[in-house]
Each structure stands twice: as structure tokens, then as C-alpha cells.
């Protein structure tokens, strides 16, 4: 759908480096910069040290047809995703998650209340 070029899809974009950079934290053999184009590669360093709101202010720069990479091998990520896919489960009671402030992998926002 995001090859597509469909402006509507232009939101879906900034939410693709951290489902990349996720995929990279789990499983250290997933390069992150493989499913990139030079072009799309702002959003990844945006990503990587900011917050959604970070990568959303990119995406003005960013051709959203060409943004990923086309020769990026879809169905490691597509696996990667099925494995750790919340949707199987079957919740008996109330359940909520919580983050830690000991998150290595996630970064702590640069101005508190922005993201």
C-alpha cells in the first residue's frame, strides 16, 4: 500500500521505522537500513532518536512512492511480525503493560512532553 504513492497512505510512513527499528532490537540479524532507500532514510534517523512526532515532521521531505526499499526482502519482516503478533492471544482478565524507565532500546524523549 505504501508503494502505491496514495497520499492517504502518507500517515502509515511514519510509523515504518519503528516497526523496522523494533524488528532490529529483537532480533539482531534484521538490518533496520535494508528496508530503506536513501530517500526514506531520515525517517530511520529520526527514529532512531526521537519520537513519532520527530519521524511525522519528516514526512513532508519524503516521497512516500520510493520510501521503501525495493529490493528489501518483505517477507523476513512480514515473519518477524507474525511471530510477535498480539492477536493470538486470548486475555481472561484485564491486562495492562507497562515500560520501565530501564528501557534500553527505547529513547528518552529530548524535551519531556513532546512525544
Given amino acids: 500500500m505504501l508503494q502505491s504513492g496514495d497520499p492517504a497512505m502518507a500517515p502509515a510512513l511514519a510509523f515504518y521505522p519503528a516497526i523496522l527499528l523494533g524488528a532490529e532490537a529483537a532480533d539482531p540479524s534484521f538490518v533496520a537500513q535494508d528496508y530503506v532507500t536513501p530517500q526514506s532514510t531520515p525517517l530511520l534517523k529520526a527514529a ?4 513519532l512526532a ?45 515500560q520501565g524507565k530501564a528501557e534500553t532500546v527505547v529513547v528518552e524523549p529530548a524535551y519531556p512532553g513532546t512525544c
Fill in 48 to 51: 532512531r532518536s526521537g519520537c
Fill in 54 to 98: 520527530s519521524v511525522a515532521q519528516q514526512l513532508g521531505n519524503i516521497p512516500l512512492q520510493g520510501s521503501l526499499n525495493p529490493n528489501a526482502d518483505m517477507n523476513d519482516l512480514v515473519t518477524y511480525l507474525k511471530k510477535r503478533s498480539a492477536a493470538p492471544l486470548q486475555l481472561k482478565v484485564p491486562t495492562v503493560i507497562f
